[in-house]
């Protein structure tokens, strides 16, 4: 599947820039290519400045880290050549579509480190020698006292406190 992937992308990109091509003329889906790129990774760096701008003022970690990876990844969709990725880009690195992309995102990785939890625990349990819950109890024979704040001092302390 992994080497399929570079003919799909190319093939894909090719469909679409012969549609747009088709639509406006080559000329100017050149142009429009060139457009896209260089105002799409403008956005893209304004956008970068007002996540870390937020984060300085103490903004929540979490959104800032999920804003700084899908503005990443989306800079770099916008910087290959095509009009599909672009699209997907730009998807990624506009404020409101990339809230719903975090959400979706959010939720998705949350479900799955519950499961992956949860199966952690399960084999743990399973392979756990005496697999018998460990109680640790005190042997009768200790004298057992909570220690007050005087017993941490040295003689010589003692004897100036006395």
């Known amino acids: 599947m992994m ?13 679409a820039f012969w549609a747009v091509a088709q639509w406006i003329g ?5 142009l429009a290519l060139f457009l896209v790129f260089f ?3 403008m956005f893209s760096s304004m956008e970068f400045r007002s996540v ?3 984060a300085a003022h ?5 959104r800032t880290l999920g804003d700084t990876g899908l503005l990443i990844v989306g800079s770099i969709l916008i ?6 990725t672009a699209v997907i880009g730009l998807f990624m690195v506009i404020p409101p579509t990339r809230a719903l992309i975090r959400g979706a995102i959010g939720r998705k990785v949350n479900k799955w480190l519950e499961s992956q939890a949860h199966q952690s625990m399960m084999f743990v349990q399973q ?5 018998q819950p460990v109680v640790i109890d005190m042997p009768e024979d200790v004298d057992f006292t909570v ?6 001092l040295d003689d010589d302390e003692k004897r100036n406190n006395e």
């Open 3 to 15: 080497r399929v992937l570079p003919f799909l992308y190319i093939f894909v990109e090719a469909i």
């Open 26 to 30: 080559w000329g100017w889906a050149f």
């Open 39 to 41: 105002f799409g990774l």
């Open 52 to 54: 870390s701008a937020r």
């Open 58 to 62: 103490g903004g929540d970690p979490a």
């Open 79 to 84: 910087a290959v050549p095509g009009f599909v």
């Open 127 to 131: 392979h756990q020698p005496g697999a």
């Open 147 to 152: 220690p007050e704040p005087e017993d941490f």
